[in-house]
């Protein structure tokens, strides 16, 4: 205690008490005084101060809320809307028209024909796996 | 990550930390949902290079002050441009000591507001290892981690802090009482 009537221990139970930080009581003047002057009283003080959380008011829906913006939805919604099928359609056109050539007519021996036929295969193919490759990666 | 559930779990786990430091840090509850809003967004777009939780708080931790700073620098720079004859600008409110009886000076909620007066005017970083290590009682190490500073210089800003915060509070106090 000092010499000013205020009993330290008391003060700082009443502080610890939460009583004077939510407005159970107010500090007397004395007492006012007192933590002004005693480093101890005013050290419990500012801690409990600091330590106090604010009172906040989250709204209910905030979370799902923002959950809902989150830019994941929107890319969902780009790939689903604008597929890009035109190399399997074009790959499927191609592939279809070997197969006819190859065996609707004569089979074509050691010819130029034959070459061109083995090309375009092997064309197609290398297409399809440069067009799809990276669309099955990035699934 | 991570779906959209999952993702909004994140966000209820965290929002009571998001939303308290913002408060504490602005000094103003003044578009607070808005800046947690831009948080979490924030987070969300930097999640995909995350492996553990840890790593993750930490992440939102410097997000939150990151947003706090630029919020207040923003508040300075408005504050700087508004006159003292602007009538919506409260300047009765704001200066210490002005008005109110001195019964009124001894309450509770003058201390408080007090207290967060005098937080505003701590240096960033001091301001940031306060509120991190008192309000959400995170560790000195976790501090440095969010800060990436050192330990001892956490110890050090948080010593200064607490020191100026006190002597800030008598300063407001004796005014305070000269005035009323």
Excluded at chain 1, 114 to 139: C, D, S
Excluded at chain 2, 22 to 41: C, Y
Excluded at chain 2, 56 to 62: E, Q
Excluded at chain 2, 83 to 98: M, N, Q, V, Y
Aim: net charge neutral; glycine share 8%; charged share 30%.
């Amino acid at each position: 205690m000092r010499d000013d009537g205020v009993n330290c221990e008391e003060l700082q139970r009443a502080l610890r008490g939460d009583q004077v930080l939510r407005g159970g009581r107010k500090l007397t003047k004395d007492e006012s005084a007192h933590v002004d002057e005693c480093d101890a009283c005013t050290e419990m003080l500012l801690t409990l101060a600091l330590d106090a959380k604010p009172e906040v008011s989250i709204p209910a829906d905030f979370a799902a809320r923002v959950a809902a913006m989150t830019p994941g939805r929107q890319e969902k919604h780009e790939m689903t809307r604008t597929p890009r099928p035109w190399g399997v359609i074009s790959g499927m056109a191609v592939v279809l028209v070997v197969l006819v050539v190859c065996f609707a007519g004569s089979p074509p021996a050691n010819s130029w024909v034959g070459l061109v036929f083995v090309m375009l295969v092997a064309t197609e193919i290398a297409g399809l796996a440069l067009w799809l490759g990276p669309k099955w990666r990035g699934r | 990550m991570h779906g959209e559930a999952q993702f909004e779990d994140v966000i209820r786990e965290h929002q009571g930390f998001v939303f308290r430091t913002l408060v504490r840090l602005t000094g103003s509850r003044e578009h607070v949902e808005d800046l947690a809003q831009e948080v979490f967004l924030r987070l969300y777009r930097g999640m995909e290079s995350f492996r553990g939780d840890a790593k993750m708080t930490t992440y939102l931790y410097r997000i939150t002050l990151n947003v706090a700073q630029d919020e207040w620098k923003r508040r300075k720079k408005e504050q700087s441009y508004t006159s003292f004859d602007d009538p919506d600008a409260g300047w009765e409110d704001r200066l210490a000591g002005a008005g109110g009886d001195a019964e009124q000076m001894l309450s509770s909620k003058q201390r408080m507001a007090g207290l967060e007066r005098a937080l505003g005017e701590l240096s960033e970083a001091e301001r940031q290892v306060i509120v991190m290590f008192h309000q959400e009682e995170l560790t000195y190490e976790k501090i440095a981690e969010v800060l990436s500073l050192p330990l001892n210089t956490v110890r050090t800003h948080l010593h200064r802090g607490r020191k100026k915060l006190k002597e800030r509070l008598r300063e407001g106090r004796t005014a305070c009482a000269m005035t009323a």
